[in-house]
């Protein structure tokens, strides 16, 4: 059964930092890109960042670049996401996906993705 399970979400000010973690399981973790898409309230699902099966290659939406950093631990099966000097627009579910296939070119269209988690709560408060 595959598992990705999101933690570390919260109520922070602006300015703040959070680091939020994905645990996988029932898969290869290693073989694997893994992205963190996000979803405010009545706003589309949005790509925030991903990184490739070995953590050489990572990418960014625009809107976080320099402000947040995606990492993996292949042997923990866990992706992190760093995120530095928030912002109130930051407010939302953040949700880990997994590809399930090291070939993985940077796309940012969250149908190329085959799993997610159920989410954490991001609120950045003024």
């Known amino acids: 059964q595959v598992r990705l399970v999101e933690s570390g979400g919260g109520l922070v000010q602006a300015g703040d930092s959070l680091r939020l973690s994905c645990a996988a399981s029932g898969r290869t973790f290693f073989d694997s890109a893994m992205g963190w898409f996000r979803q405010a309230p009545g706003k589309e699902r949005e790509f925030v960042a991903a990184?490739?099966?070995?953590?050489?290659?990572?990418y960014y939406a625009d809107s976080v670049k320099g402000r947040f950093t995606i990492s993996r631990d292949n042997a923990k099966n866990t992706v992190y996401l760093q995120m530095n000097s928030l912002k109130i627009e930051d407010t939302a579910v953040y949700c880990c996906a997994a590809r399930w296939n090291r070939y993985y070119t940077g796309s940012q269209n969250p149908a190329d993705f085959a799993s997610w988690g159920q989410g954490t709560q991001v609120t950045v408060s003024s």
């Open positions: 990184i490739n099966w070995s953590g050489g290659n990572t």
